[in-house]
């Protein structure tokens, strides 16, 4: 292959995870230390380091309740992304009568911010009778447009004469998705699943409006629990925040070896 | 046979997952009550809805708090649902809004049938939420604007006290200004920079408040002087450019002379600003006397099942015992008379600062301003004061942005009528 | 004879079954984004408030915005934001480039990169805000002890630098994002490519873009309609980081929608700010799809 040096590539990648990881640091430090942030000189290496930030936000919200209720409504979400999706991605391969209208919709729909749809949206899951349970959650975040795309770009990609020869198998549309299409999109189902995952983990305004019940909250809720009366930026808020942050952050960690494994898998088919 | 079971399952499924978690079965009575972010509240509220439920069997109370940002989202959605708490604590001159809209209870008949009600509470401050003369709120706790001195400062400038007109306040900021260090903050959110206008003789509105009225030549001069003073260093840039945590901030870091705050920063500048104590930290009222309210008041939404047994439960929240006791956990004031004497008393025995404090709190209350009962108080901030900021910025000329303040806000009042 | 119809059934039932398989989404879309929308555009051409009926208002609110200067500087703000999205595409594709390339540890490097996406963007807001300030912010503290600067800088209080100063923390967010989307692309391009190319004597910036940039046009596009989108709906990270301010520097047509609606109670002006939103964005990746050649980018690869 090509021989070209590998350190300046090394030095840029370096550069750059520093400037990433500097924030990133920032926040794991407070979360161990407590130092206040507004002191001046900031200091590098924090002076004490104890996790009982960590404890603290346990205690201070119904920590494992909201846990759970993040973690249903995600898991929810994840699913519908995940199927939804890939059925819609695979009619899109097709070509059919009102495609290109269907395209130009689900790309219009992208165009809509969520902040002017907060009203609207809430009256209708109430009509469905979903307000405050787990499905109202998750409902809105249970297909979106952007994944859709990505598993169409991937079933794209298939070989056409594997769909005939399954075709000619005698099998039908549905289970040529899940036998056929599937299987291949690996790096497609782990971005759907990384992506559904983080966006209904972290969305914040949602589960704001359309929780009563301080049983039903998300995650994310009990942030309001930190940034207290006087917005004082302490251990315990960016604890809270790291807590928040490793469920989404892990399952990248264990997806994106999923992606590697389907990435060579599908250079190897060639 | 292997999908209809799948199918069946999802179904089952789907159906346990869209129950909702509260019984949708009604109890014989239920209050909720919405509060504006004082979840640190949490024990002293249960002892208190313990009492009220044990005073009112059967009677259930649904507890939500939001963070300020938050709260109109919710509660407009609610609103619009038709299902809105029943108590709404609402912040500021947002409740004017509501209230116009008629969203909110009229309390009036209600403080007619028990004037005692009405005579807790610090009169000026209760006036504070009457629209088109009739009441819709009781007060939960208030705060308006002081001057805090860093006295090491004063000391250094060689300035012997706090200053008592609005010269000796430009003249203090400029003599305290040296390198880093600046004169004179303000917060300017929700109005609180008015007195400084109100001292001077700016009059916002017209008295029948369908014109403007401060595009004077003495506004303009004033305008220029602050313009003049920011320039220089005596007065900070962030009072016309902070929200909340950078003017405290500031002030916490020491580097600043005077702060124009409401009570409510004290606590925030005292946990940032080590070297404050009773010898370091002076509370004085603004040259003149003039001040800013910001009030919390408790309202009865109009959507409300139980109006009565909601005003029940406000009166119980302002009674003097529970504003004694919130005042105790709070330190803050609450405008019931008896409760904040009483807390301002033993408050003076254990942080004799906090209480010099809270002190101004009730000192010249009848000279409250910048609380204007008008629902399109947000558009009115928003025309007027962007323009403030670029003349006392030097963007602009303090005619110009005068004019343009002017127009703007004639425009909305135009629509408005 | 029978053969036709045949084909002809199984060509319906197919059609059916594709409608079928859209069902899901599309409903899920028709209810949260296309009844939302039309409520908006219903809604901005009357008066109402939450608890009064409506009244017609003709096109009383959009006369109001053109008289509006917030309107127009959240505008202004906007479109800025919006041109800045490339910027942070131009960055993740070099990026994108540079983990792709055959070294050790690359999988590191590209969890650390993408570390910042699944972060709440409030997180994000609040420590990108500590570290502007002026007074105790690590930028303006690095730049002093290494004597760059004399005076600290008014990053977030600025009415120049606190646009940028957002987009940078946003571009900081979204960096792993965008450059997970284009890697997939990268990925995607066949290695048998590149090596003809190779052995044609073709150079690699060449072969970059003959091969390369055709090629990842899908992605491209991808990446700056979901940059452009979600650097226009940051609400979140505007709101905590300045709210707006100084003045309306930061304010966007996103905050503005907020504040009109759920601060000053006007639902109905806010459905005309909505609306104009909407068409601004949808002319916007219109524009771009265009410029991509169509299709959504979508390179007819057979």
Known sequence: MNRYPRWPIHLALVVVSGVMLVPFYWVLKTSVSGENIYAYPPSIVPARIHPFFYVDVWYAIPFARYLMNSVVVSAIAVAGNVVFNAMAGYALTHGFRGKGFVVLLFLTCMMVPFQATIIPAYLITGRLGLLDSWLGLALPQCSTIICIFVFKASFDAVPRSLIDAARIDGLSEWRIIWHVMMPLSKSAIATNVILAFIWSWNNFLWPLIMTRTADMQTLPLGLARFLSYQEDTTGALYAFCIMVLAPGLLLFLMAQKEFMRGLTSGAVKG | ?417 | MAGVWRVRRQRTRLALLLWCFLAPSLAIFLLYRVIPVIWNLVLSFQYWSPLKPAEPAGLDHYEDLLYDDVFWQALWNTLIVIASAPIGIVLALVLALLVNAEIRGRDAYRTIIFTSYPLMTVAVAIIWRWMFDERVGLLNYAARSLHLIDTPIPFLNSFTWALPCVIVANIWQMLGFYMIILLTGLQNIPHELHEAAAIDGASAAGRFRRITLPLLRPSIFLAFVIGMLNSVTSFDLVYVMTGGGPGRATEILVTYIYKLGFNQTKFDDAAAVTVVFFVLLVATTWGANRFAGGEAGAAETE
């Open chain 2, 1 to 417: 046979m292997k999908r209809r079971t799948v199918v069946k399952g999802a179904l089952a499924g789907t159906g346990m997952l869209a129950a909702p978690a509260y019984l949708r079965a009604q109890s014989a009575k239920k209050l909720s009550v919405l509060t504006w972010n004082i979840a640190d509240q949490a024990e002293l509220f249960k002892v208190e809805f313990g009492e009220f439920k044990a005073a009112h069997p059967g009677v259930e109370i649904e507890w939500l708090d939001k963070k300020g940002p938050d709260l109109p989202a919710f509660y407009q959605t609610q609103i619009v649902a038709g299902t809105p708490p029943d108590i709404v604590d609402i912040q500021g001159a947002l409740w004017v809004e509501y209230a116009a809209n008629g969203g909110l209870v009229d309390l009036t008949p209600y403080l007619q049938k028990e004037p005692d009600v009405a005579k807790r509470f610090n009169p000026d401050y209760l006036n504070g939420w009457v629209y088109k003369g009739k009441t819709y709120l009781l007060p939960f706790y208030v705060a308006k604007t002081l001057l805090y001195c860093n006295k090491t400062m004063f000391k250094e400038a060689g300035l012997a006290g706090p200053p008592q007109s609005f010269d000796e306040l430009i003249g203090f900021s400029d003599k305290m200004a040296k390198g880093e260090k600046t004169g004179f903050l303000t917060l300017n959110f929700d109005w609180l920079y008015w007195p400084l206008f109100k001292m001077n003789g700016v009059e916002l509105l017209s008295p029948d408040g369908k014109k403007a009225a401060f595009n004077t030549q003495a506004t303009a001069e004033l305008l220029a002087r602050f313009a003049k003073s920011t320039a220089s260093g005596g007065i900070n840039k962030i009072a016309w450019t902070g929200r909340w945590v950078e003017p405290n901030g500031a002030f916490a870091s020491g580097t600043v002379g005077m702060l124009h705050a409401h009570s409510a920063s004290y606590f925030f500048v005292k946990g940032q600003g080590p070297w404050i104590n009773a010898d370091t930290l002076g509370a004085a009222q603004l040259p003149g006397f003039w001040s800013t309210p910001t009030n919390h008041g408790f309202a009865i939404s109009k959507g409300s099942k139980n109006p009565d047994l909601a005003w029940e439960f406000i009166k119980f929240m302002t009674s003097d015992k529970s504003a004694s006791a919130f005042f105790k956990t709070r330190s803050v004031l609450t405008a019931n008379v008896a409760a904040d004497k009483e807390g301002l008393a033993s408050l003076q025995k254990t942080e004799p600062l906090a209480a010099a404090v809270l002190q101004t709190q009730i000192e010249h209350t009848d000279k409250l301003t910048g609380n204007w009962p008008l629902p399109y108080d947000a558009g009115l901030k928003d025309a007027f004061w962007p323009e403030i900021q670029n003349a006392v910025l030097g963007r602009k000329e303090p005619k110009q942005a005068l004019a343009d303040a002017e127009r703007a806000v004639n425009r909305l009042l135009a629509r408005k009528a």
